[in-house]
């Protein structure tokens, strides 16, 4: 069994920084890619970022490309989402998932794809 929980969230002015992270407990080594999605009320979850387990395959979803960035430690226990230049449309309830399925470099790009997923970190960017 994996575990997730996510840290880092909070209140931020347009145009700050957030850096997201997400510890992985239990059988970390189980697991392929990480992602982040991002949800806000009435709303399905919102590809953001992926990582494959070997770090160096990765995917954005266009609102956040050359802004976030996500990396994982070589342990596999941690993954990060680096949040720059925020915008108020960046607002809403972010989610790390872990996959276990696939391979080194595979790429989870919808919330179905993968197979854990933690409780949520709340990131609210005012203008």
């Known amino acids: 069994q994996v575990t997730l929980v996510e840290s880092g969230g909070g209140l931020v002015q347009a145009g700050g920084s957030l850096r997201l992270s997400c510890t992985v407990s239990?059988?970390?080594?189980?697991?392929?890619?990480m992602g982040w999605f991002r949800q806000v009320p009435g709303k399905a979850h919102l590809f953001v970022a992926a990582?494959?387990?070997?770090?160096?395959?990765?995917g954005y979803g266009d609102s956040v490309k050359g802004r976030f960035t996500i990396s994982r430690d070589n342990a596999k226990t941690s993954a990060y989402l680096q949040m720059n230049n925020l915008q108020p449309e960046d607002t809403g309830l972010y989610y790390c998932?872990?996959?276990?399925?696939?391979?080194?470099?595979?790429?989870?790009?919808?919330?179905?794809?993968?197979?854990?997923w933690g409780q949520g970190s709340q990131v609210t960017v005012s203008s």
């Open positions: 990582v494959s387990w070997s770090g160096e395959s990765t």
């Open positions: 998932a872990a996959a276990r399925r696939g391979g080194y470099d595979y790429v989870g790009w919808g919330w179905s794809e993968y197979d854990y």
């Open positions: 239990g059988d970390a080594y189980s697991t392929t890619a």
